[in-house]
């Protein structure tokens, strides 16, 4: 009998990144956005996931799922930068991209094209089922309050029984889809935000340091 769950993680980056950035909070009975700490951005995923490892536990791999804003030159030149520190601990790094889409004023009728991200859920439903299938890891962690994932999970539990699949959702979110369907869920405290922080220089494997961008400082 096989003595350690190899776990992986596969990660919603912007979903994540969205929580870290801003958050919907409820106070005296009225909704509003809440700005985070900038310095969340700067964020360890490995020395986070293993908060949820438990002691039987071994941590195969961690995917994160991401974009480039390529509408946006200052914020790719740091996602770059925080990616390259992500990769050079080992994160598996799953590129979408964006698309621009038609819209329409429903007042007044102009159109624009505005960017939006695709294929994320996508490729992180591809990767948990082909995980599951290839039979090389025990535990899927979904890292995501994306209900479009709901269905590949249903799925891995139907076709993959013994592979246990559990959610963790970005700070302050969640749904309920997720539970009524009998999943476990996790959530993401403001102590484990606290305490999966890069310092403000990452020594990289090279050499070389990742210093923390100016924009996310305080």
């Not at 479009?148 to 592979?163: C, S």
């Not at 963790?168 to 369907?181: A, D, G, M, V």
């Not at 476990?184 to 999966?196: F, G, L, P, Q, Y």
Request: with cysteine; net charge positive; hydrophobic share 40%.
């Amino acid at each position: 009998m096989r003595s350690r769950v190899r776990t992986v993680f596969l990660i919603d980056g912007f979903n994540f990144y969205h929580a870290l950035k801003r958050t919907e909070v409820t106070k005296k009975g009225q909704r509003y956005l809440q700005k985070n700490p900038p310095k969340w951005k700067w964020f360890n995923y490995e020395q986070y996931c293993r908060l949820f490892l438990d002691a039987k536990a071994t941590l195969v791999d961690i995917y994160y799922f991401t974009a480039y804003c390529i509408h946006k030159p200052g914020s790719v030149n740091r996602h770059k930068l925080y990616i390259s520190v992500l990769q050079d601990l080992g994160v598996k790094v799953v590129l979408g991209k964006y698309k621009k889409k038609t819209r329409e004023c429903r007042q007044c009728g102009n159109t624009w094209l505005h960017p939006e991200e695709k294929a994320t859920d996508v490729n992180i439903a591809i990767e948990a089922y082909a995980l599951a299938n290839s039979r090389l890891v025990d535990k899927i962690f979904i890292v995501s309050g994306d209900t479009d994932l709901l269905a590949v999970l249903v799925r891995i539990r139907k076709d993959f029984p013994t592979i246990k699949t559990e959610v963790i959702f970005p700070y302050l979110r969640h749904s309920s889809e997720f539970e009524r369907e009998g999943f476990v869920c996790h959530k993401t405290t403001k102590a484990a935000i606290e305490a999966s922080l890069f310092p403000r220089d990452v020594p990289l494997k090279d050499g070389s340091i990742a210093t923390r961008p100016k924009e996310w400082a305080f």
